[in-house]
């Protein structure tokens, strides 16, 4: 494929907007036969970056490399296929990602047959795929959040052409039904219910590399939810970029109100859903999740910031009184809630004021746990270009003044836990200690604990022993 055939990703097209419905592709998946078994006797290595939508893209991309006869390895030094699926959120994932593929030149020269595969949100990116194609020859593909399902087709032009293959389509999007997958996890699963984004806050790449917001249908995703409690899940988690503007542009009245109660009333054990922009957090829905056990007591509420004038430039839609209204509500209706939230501290000329209003609120909802950042300006949205006074030791100093803030409330939280019997949903092994289990509670604390005969996806009672920050110990309740 000639360089002027490649197909570029274009940040002015992924702007785009309209009001149609997004189609529904439930047949455009083929392998064609030509392609049947080209995996048969390589490996792939897969390496997920990101959030949760990523790691259910690569359960698809699994799904497809194994129909395509590819034996999935943890080893990346015996690979024939390695393939990066990466995300975009921030500056700093991007350069490791960078860094990533510099170090894979060598496997390269070593294995002239070794195909490099890059895709994820940094491939919908102008910029990167720009420095790929000017640095990286290594890189063999380049493809999108929005072809995924053309990997067969591509992968073999990339084997059999020897020349670079890029192909990332800046669009609005479709919805894709019926595509293989591979879940990585056997007792919780991931359920995309929407895609793509229409909120463009100032600072994210989202709305650009994973198109406009766009619904799956209720009945596509209950559908779903009922195969995987047959299967024996326990746990689903629903995921959209803002679950609670589902429905709206297929003009469903309550649209993710209806869908969580329907998903509810499959029986599956646990319901979990993320992420939620306080903007679209209606009554109905906090009416649902307070009504049904199985409907997990914990929410994920971005903040972003305490301060209205920051708030308003960053295009997050609400003021601080309109968040705390919505908090106290939530906590009000909900019994024992559990809240985490997003914070982003030194947002272009960030006072000491604006940053002292985030503590406030901080201090106020004192949240269950926080996911604070720098701001990480992202080439093509409107902060990028906004001018900036606040040095980057000030911003530090604000994080780490955040970040033991947050700590010292998610200590308090988790000392109430201490010598309390709960619910965990067991993952296995914990990383730390291979004799000691480690799994979720209802309110999403992690807790390891020790006991014998358990197993993954097992739901046990653990008493609590000692809290930490982040984590909880605690020990199997013997019944």
Excluded at 21 to 26: G, K, N, P, V
Excluded at 40 to 62: F, H, M, P, V, W
Excluded at 286 to 306: E, F, T
Aim: aromatic residues 10%.
């Amino acid at each position: 494929m000639k360089k002027n055939e490649y197909e570029l990703p274009s940040i002015e097209q992924a702007r785009k907007r309209d009001k149609n419905r997004a189609a529904i592709e439930r047949g455009l998946f083929e392998i064609p036969d030509e392609c049947r078994n080209i995996g048969y006797g390589r490996k792939y290595y897969l390496r997920t970056y990101g959030c949760q939508a990523n790691q259910r893209d690569s359960e698809t991309i699994a799904g497809i490399l194994d129909e395509l006869a590819y034996t999935a390895s943890d080893n990346i030094n015996e690979a024939d296929l390695i393939l990066l699926n990466t995300c975009a959120i921030r500056k700093n994932a991007e350069d490791k990602v960078f860094g990533e593929i510099g170090a894979l030149k060598k496997l390269k020269r070593e294995n002239p047959d070794l195909i490099i595969a890059v895709s994820g949100c940094m491939a919908q990116e102008e910029g990167v795929v720009n420095k790929l194609l000017a640095q990286y020859p290594q890189v063999d593909l380049i493809f999108g959040t929005h072809n995924i399902y053309n990997l067969p087709k591509l992968l073999f032009e990339a084997l059999m052409a020897k020349e670079k293959v890029v192909e990332v389509f800046s669009k609005q999007g479709e919805i894709y039904e019926s595509l293989p997958t591979t879940r990585f996890l056997k007792h919780k699963a991931w359920v995309n219910i929407a895609y793509g984004c229409d909120k463009f806050c100032t600072y994210c790449i989202v709305p650009y590399t994973r198109g406009k917001e766009r619904s799956r249908l209720v009945e596509d995703i209950v559908s779903e939810v009922r195969q995987l409690v047959d299967e024996g899940y326990k746990e689903v988690c629903l995921l959209g970029q803002n679950v609670n503007a589902y429905g709206r542009d297929l003009k469903l009245e309550n649209g993710f109100a209806t869908l969580l109660e329907e998903v509810a009333k499959t029986g599956i054990d646990r319901v979990r859903f993320m992420t939620s922009h306080p903007w679209n957090f209606d009554d109905e829905t906090i009416d649902v999740i307070a009504k049904y056990p199985n409907i997990m007591p914990y929410i994920h509420l971005p903040l972003q910031s305490g301060n209205d004038e920051i708030l308003r430039r960053m295009n997050r839609r609400y003021t601080k009184e309109d968040y705390l209204k919505l908090f106290d509500k939530l906590k009000a209706k909900i019994k024992n809630c559990a809240f985490t939230t997003d914070i982003i501290v030194g947002f272009p000329n960030e006072s000491d004021e604006a940053f002292k209003d985030t503590l406030d609120v901080v201090d106020y909802c004192k949240f269950d746990n926080a996911f604070t950042f720098i701001f990480s300006p992202r080439e093509g949205t409107p902060a990028y270009s906004m001018e900036d006074s606040i040095s980057a030791e000030v911003k530090e100093e604000r994080l780490q003044i955040l970040n033991a803030k947050v700590a010292e409330y998610a200590l308090m939280h988790n000392k109430a836990f201490e010598g309390q019997v709960v619910e965990v949903l067991v993952d296995g092994e914990s990383k730390r200690n291979k004799k000691v289990y480690s799994g979720y509670t209802k309110e999403n604390k992690l807790v390891n604990f020790t006991g014998k005969n358990v197993n993954v996806g097992d739901l046990v009672n653990v008493k609590i022993t000692k809290a930490m920050s982040f984590s909880l110990n605690g020990e199997l309740v013997e019944e």
